[in-house]
């Protein structure tokens, strides 16, 4: 079964048409990219997997079922910014997944509960390399450390799609090399779908199993918004990414 | 020769300069004050800085012949606890109200043109209705005060949090939170330290409508005292009690500063 499957998707905002035409499906597994020039959708298409936007004509699938109206913890999400929470120190950023989970009423666990999510979130952070900074609050982190955060605080919910929506826009070159070892890592390990939008052609064909390539086919220089942007190309690029390895 | 904008006075300087306009202020005082008792001993306009202390202190450390009570303190005891009950009502209904609002959008729809409409009167106006409905007692002013205040905070607060990043409300969802997680999780402990800066911003306002109330209806009160020896022209009660008053308004607001920079290490912080 399809993770998740788009059947002739259109999304359009009053007279302009965003996307138009978009067929695609993904496996467990796979890692896609989305690239294209800026404006192209694939950003509002990310935002339709994460379930806050719905498209204006055609279906969405999510394992072979209506697609989920809103966010939920079966598809994680890591931006560009503002995805930690500011008020809570490293580990009870990633704990928190858990104590929604297992605490309804406070959304807080104490005790032996605690200490249990604890050894799990611990394990975590040694995986995303933030073991040392468990004690330090949000402001205190690095731009790339912040993501590792991000990042963590989804995996402890193991979801079974992650969402990145151009995670290491804002870092400098040599911090996004390291996340990109970080993101394979985990990849490799844990085999979930991952969609991840960027404008970074060659992190595309890195890290990708496979590359999206939006933009539009036609164009009308009268009326730019007459036409939405579809995949035009779906580039199989797994084999270069093992050999790169 | 650095253009205007880049010139910066030295730690000392600024010091210095800080300190000039309340010196000018005190000399200028000092001065006029002294030339009208030259001419009339009995001046009560511009008491001299001797009288003010003087009766001050007959108003801090003398009990009162009429109810054996410390003055000062006692108005000062009442005043504020006047006070802070109607900010602390103010503040937990802004609390409740702001966040509801802030996150339920069918609650935005329902509440927030009524609470708009009420921050918009003006409260002085509603003085009268809450004298003929709540008498003149305590109840009234402590009222007042909350309906000057508790539009304007909880405006403020609902304003804060449509402030805080659509990412991070969407991020927590993916983590599995429901509504009520959400607010109790992370909506009122982002939202707490914001909560202290919107009383910090309307303590002024609470004061007005504070010593409004008992400049009409009371029998003790630090607004009630200035008012009552106004009778009397006695500057030398007038000036100090409002240097007190401005004296308490700032304490306020430093301890609130302090208390929200202690607590809450990370706010005001990406």
Not at chain 1, 81 to 88: F, N
Not at chain 2, 217 to 220: G, L
């Given at each position: 079964m399809n993770l998740v499957e788009a059947h002739n998707i259109w999304k359009s905002y009053g007279d302009t048409i965003v996307l138009e035409h978009v067929n695609f499906s993904m496996k467990d597994g796979e890692f896609c990219t989305l690239v294209g020039p800026s404006g192209c959708g694939k950003t509002t298409f990310l935002r339709m997997l994460l379930g806050i936007e719905v498209p204006s004509k055609g279906k969405l699938l999510f394992e072979g079922k209506d697609y989920p109206q809103e966010p939920s913890d079966e598809r994680g999400i890591v931006f560009q910014?503002?995805?930690?929470?500011?008020?809570?120190n490293v580990i009870d950023n990633v704990i928190i997944g858990m104590e929604f989970e297992q605490s309804q009423l406070f959304g807080k666990l104490f005790g032996k509960a605690k200490k249990r999510v604890y050894e799990k979130a611990e394990e975590i952070l040694c995986a995303v390399g933030l073991q040392d900074a468990k004690y330090q609050y949000p402001h205190e982190l690095s731009g790339g450390m912040k993501q590792r955060l991000s990042i963590a605080q989804s995996l402890i919910k193991q979801p079974k799609l992650l969402l990145l929506d151009e995670p290491f826009g804002a870092l400098d070159p040599g911090i996004s090399i390291d996340m990109h070892e970080l993101l394979l890592d985990i990849h490799a390990k844990l085999n979930f779908g991952v969609v991840m939008v960027t404008h970074d052609i060659s992190e595309a064909f890195k890290l990708g199993t496979r590359v999206l390539v939006f933009d539009k086919v036609k164009t009308d220089k009268e009326y730019p918004n007459r036409f939405g942007s579809t995949i035009v190309n779906d580039i199989d690029s797994s084999k270069g990414r093992k050999n790169e390895k | 020769m650095k253009r205007l904008i880049n010139q910066a006075p030295s730690k000392m300087t600024n010091m210095f300069l800080g300190l000039l306009p309340f010196l000018l202020i005190l000399v200028v005082y000092m001065g006029s004050s002294n030339a009208r008792l030259a001419e009339n001993p009995n001046d009560k306009l511009l008491p001299s800085i001797e009288k003010c202390i003087g009766s001050m202190s007959k108003m801090a450390f003398e009990k009162s012949k009429r109810s054996g009570d410390y003055i000062l303190l006692n108005d000062t005891l009442s005043s504020l606890r006047r006070l802070a009950m109607g900010v602390c009502i103010s503040a937990l209904f802004a609390l409740v109200i702001g966040i509801a609002i802030g996150v339920v959008p069918y609650l935005t729809s329902t509440l927030s043109p009524l609470i708009w409409f009420f921050s918009l009167i003006p409260t002085m106006a509603i003085l009268p209705i809450l004298f003929i409905v709540f008498g003149l007692g305590e109840l009234s002013k402590v009222v007042l005060i909350i309906l000057g205040v508790a539009p304007i905070m909880t405006r403020e607060i609902y304003q804060r949090v449509k402030e805080i990043p659509s990412e991070q409300i969407i991020k927590v969802q993916t983590l599995g939170a429901n509504t009520w997680q959400i607010i109790t999780r992370v909506m009122i402990p982002q939202i707490f330290p914001r909560l202290i800066d919107a009383i910090r911003i309307t303590l002024g306002t609470a004061w007005i409508f504070l010593i409004s109330a008992e400049a009409i209806?009371?029998?003790?009160g630090l607004g009630y005292r200035i008012f009552l020896v106004r009778r009397y022209l006695a500057m030398d009660v007038i000036l100090p009690y409002v240097i007190w008053i401005t004296f308490l308004a700032f304490l306020i607001d430093f301890i609130l500063k302090q208390f929200n920079q202690r607590l809450f290490p990370w706010f005001g912080k990406e």
């Open positions: 910014r503002y995805s930690t929470l500011s008020h809570l | 209806a009371a029998t003790e």
